[in-house]
């Protein structure tokens, strides 16, 4: 596996250009095509061994995607992760807080290798059968042909689903990857570490508005709950 370094801080410069960076670039993504039905938002995770301090604090977080998009006809999301000796797993689409946050809790992690180019593989066939709003993938590490995977980022971009890439940790190699994977989807990149839960959780939300209603309701939702939202709401204007 490869190595971790935690000691990047959320309030480094490194830190405040990657979050400003995201924020530019979810504000200058195209609104994803509104039909009557709920948006759809796939949200994947590593569950691999490094991953394990992480889960728990995700499962919380995850739960309130929802609430923050109740007042837009809701929002549907496939939960999909790996782990362990080539495991990958997805769940149906689920329509409430409850039955993700209980799918999350019923997860343990185990030591194996990345599979990300499984999840952007399994993203492209859930875009083809069905408009898919945008695609979350948290995870720490990546360990597979980086080629490979940009070619599966770059179908993702001709399909409009933006890849929305939460970075945990230090691990630099990963950190190439991902911003390559957000770049040519179309979506964005975010370092994040321990210290800035709080800051995820607000920017997954928004994330999540944008997957369900689009710029308009992610404008409405920046005034609402102010901070890393109300940011991307400015940039809109």
Known sequence: MSSRNKNLSAGSD???????TFLSTVAATPAPIKGSDKGRLMF???????REPSWDRACHIQGEMFQATAA??????QLVYYRGFSEFRATKWLDNSR????????????????QISKILNHAIRESEKKRLGALVFVGDAMEEDVDNLCV????????KVPAFIFHEGGDHEASLAF???????????????????????????????YAAGGKRALLRFGKREGGAALQISHQIR
């Open 72 to 77: 837009l006809g809701g929002l549907s999301v």
């Open 14 to 20: 490194s830190a405040k250009s990657d979050v400003d």
């Open 179 to 209: 911003r390559q994977i957000a770049r040519l989807s179309g979506g964005a990149y975010l370092h994040f570490d321990t210290n800035s839960a709080a800051e995820l959780k607000n920017l997954l939300s928004a994330v999540a508005v």
């Open 44 to 50: 994947a995770m590593d569950a691999t061994a490094s």
């Open 152 to 159: 599966l980022a770059g179908e993702l971009g001709l399909l």
């Open 99 to 114: 039955s993700l946050v209980r799918h999350m809790t019923a997860v343990h992690c185990l030591g194996g290798h990345t």
